[in-house]
């Protein structure tokens, strides 16, 4: 999540920079080409820079999947609902843990999460960082 952070904040340091084209020396300056401001793309463009985006669903074997989604889900899942900070829906709960109990993993395990994930992020929370 700091890594998000990261990115947000640069984001913000661009749009400030491209606001700032009223003084001398930015007017001088080359023009900064800011990125997609839609937040999906935003954050496709850094996992991918990171190499993190869809390595849990590239993974090739079962055996390999099962044990990163253990991992996942004892690392994020789980953390969040025993220290009750989880704000995720019932249903993404449910999904991924109907699939672990009966040992299944498939490529879209996570999907319900990363969807909820996105939406969080559409609404106020990238509004209000937009317009700061």
Do not use: C, W
Not at 66 to 95: C, G
Not at 112 to 131: A, M, Q, S, T, V
Request: proline fraction near 4%; charged fraction near 35%; aromatic fraction near 10%.
């Amino acid at each position: 999540m700091a890594d998000l952070e990261a990115v947000l904040a640069d984001v913000s340091y661009l749009m400030a920079m491209e606001k700032s084209k009223s003084t001398p020396a930015a007017r001088a300056s080359k023009k900064i080409i800011l990125p997609d401001p839609s937040v999906r793309s935003v954050m496709h463009k850094y996992l991918e820079k990171i190499g993190e985006i869809k390595r849990y669903e590239k993974l090739e074997t079962v055996d390999e999947r099962r044990q990163a989604a253990r991992e996942i889900y004892d690392n994020f899942i789980m953390k969040e609902l025993l220290s009750h900070t989880h704000n995720y829906s019932k249903e993404s709960v449910d999904h991924v843990q109907k699939y672990l109990m009966r040992n299944e993993v498939p490529v879209t395990l996570f999907q319900p999460y990363i969807d909820e994930i996105y939406n969080h992020l559409r609404g106020d929370i990238f509004r209000k960082y937009i317009e700061r």
